[in-house]
């Protein structure tokens, strides 16, 4: 009897959970904005852990300074390119010139690039933390760039909370069923061994991302910069060499995501060997994996010279509608307290209540003692690793929209003729004839993406676009397929 009693309890039980679960967290934030005497509205690409962690140690430290409670509304509408929607729709319904705001307060979270577009829109406002805490900055605390990527720009209307690369995430467990090396090289993810193993996301959804393949081909750039060649046959060779890597990962892709969260935890799961994500994924989902001894069976590691370190900024919304309480949110971001919250150990005095958040602090000034001792990251010493990779927005940063663009065509919207042909080229040992045509990549060369490819996104005739789109993905899934024909002998 006690047998069918354990049997339904582990039915019931998870089942009871979820359904009481919204109940709980509902009269928990109607109790926390019932103590509250003010209210910040945040927009956030941030997840759940993160929001909660800021929202109530930023509560407490502004309650104790200023004797009044806050309550802080996350906005959560997706990632950052739903987020630009949000914000693109709110500020044209308001009026490109107006400045009564659109009733948000902060942009908190995602990458430099979102940012800086809505930069440009005149769409924030300048932080008094450049005044007020302007040691931060004359002394190089928290410096103005930083292997080539801005940690603030020159209209101090948005600064980078914490330091963010790009790597790889994969299951040890995994890697150890099927005899593989650990990868350290983003050449590594293209390796036939990983075939149908690798993760990925639609770098046209994520823009986390798209940085991260932005740096895959700036590396190979890099490479061919250090053989002597000229700086334009050193970007038209290093791009090629950089697509035609991407054409190998992807080909070994099991799909391509919406959702870049997906990537690190079908890797933890073993539904996938091995993903591209930013640092705090892969981090994050080790954290919660690990066990009693320390061991996680998912890891995350930056490729060897294949990274910068760039940054997660916030803003303040023009017409934010509590201005005065929105400085004081920046403010505490960068607080000792604010920063330790990033990879303090859970329950030391500045860390997060319940797990390590596992992103690294912007103040290079906490890489010490006593600080140090209390970090989860503490070996990571982005500081000293960070010119490693020196990030050249005059190389690839152009590139950005074509490159996401290209990559859709090349790998999402043919993926099955891709993938076909990957498992021929394979099959027959990759054969000279086959394999050319499969990394024939002439219509998004280095120049063409932007002398083609980006004006024609740019411009309003948004068919054009479409057409442009379909006529690159009729292409790669042509080649493909002539691919797999020549692989096989050249047989139908």
């Not at 509205?41 to 200023?66: C, M, Q």
């Not at 080539?148 to 995430?169: H, K, N, V």
């Not at 919207?413 to 990759?430: P, R, V």
């Amino acid at each position: 009897m006690n047998g069918v009693w354990k049997k339904y309890l582990g039915v019931f039980l998870p089942m009871a959970i979820v359904v009481a679960a919204p109940i709980i967290l509902r009269d928990d934030d109607a109790a926390a904005i019932s103590r509250a005497e003010l209210r910040l509205d945040v927009i956030t690409p941030h997840n759940e852990l993160i929001r909660r962690e800021f929202g109530e140690a930023f509560s407490k430290w502004y309650e104790e300074k200023h004797g009044e409670g806050v309550y802080v509304n996350w906005r959560t509408p997706g990632g950052t390119s739903e987020i630009k929607r949000v914000l693109d729709s709110a500020f044209d319904s308001a009026g490109k010139n107006g400045k009564e705001g659109i009733g948000l307060d902060l942009f908190f979270g995602g990458g430099v690039y979102d940012f800086k577009l809505q930069a440009a829109e005149g769409r924030f406002q300048r932080l008094d933390i450049f005044k007020n805490e302007a040691e931060l900055f004359e002394k190089e605390i928290i410096p103005e760039t930083q292997s080539g990527e801005t940690y603030y720009p020159e209209e101090r209307d948005w600064l980078g909370t914490c330091l963010s690369s790009f790597g790889i995430c994969y299951n040890a467990d995994s890697l150890k069923r099927l005899d593989l090396d650990a990868p350290t090289t983003w050449d590594d993810l293209g390796k036939p061994g990983y075939q149908k193993g690798i993760a990925l996301a639609d770098p046209t959804k994520s823009g986390s991302v798209a940085k991260a393949f932005e740096m895959l081909v700036q590396q190979k750039i890099h490479d061919q910069l250090r053989t002597g060649l000229s700086r334009e046959e050193a970007c038209h060779l290093g791009w090629v060499e950089g697509m035609n890597l991407i054409q190998r990962i992807g080909a070994n892709a099991r799909y391509f995501t919406d959702n870049a969260s997906k990537v690190p935890h079908d890797v933890a799961q073993g539904n996938a060997i091995a993903g591209m994500c930013i640092d705090f994924y892969g981090r994050s989902f080790n954290e919660a994996l690990k066990k009693e001894n320390g061991w996680s069976r998912i890891r995350f590691i930056s490729p060897v010279g294949g990274t910068s370190m760039s940054v997660d900024p916030v803003a303040i919304l023009r017409g934010a509608p509590h201005p005065e309480l929105a400085q004081e949110f920046v403010n505490f971001i960068f607080t000792e307290q604010g920063q330790m919250l990033w990879n303090a150990k859970p329950g030391s005095k500045m860390g997060p209540k319940m797990r390590s958040l596992r992103r690294l602090p912007i103040r290079r000034d906490l890489y010490q003692e006593p600080f140090l001792s209390e970090m989860v990251d503490a070996e990571v010493m982005p500081y000293e690793t960070a010119n490693e990779f020196v990030y050249d927005y005059n190389l690839t940063g152009r590139h950005f929209t074509p490159l996401r663009n290209i990559i859709r065509a090349m790998c999402i919207d043919s993926h099955h003729e891709m993938k076909e042909a990957w498992s021929a080229l394979i099959e027959a040992d990759f054969p000279a004839e086959a394999t050319a045509r499969f990394y024939d990549v002439t219509p998004v060369g280095y120049e063409l993406a932007l002398s083609d490819i980006k004006k024609t996104l740019k411009a309003k005739d948004k068919v054009a676009a479409v057409r442009m789109m379909n006529r690159l993905g009729k292409h790669f899934r042509d080649n493909y397929r002539e691919a797999e024909r020549l692989a096989k002998g050249g047989k139908r």
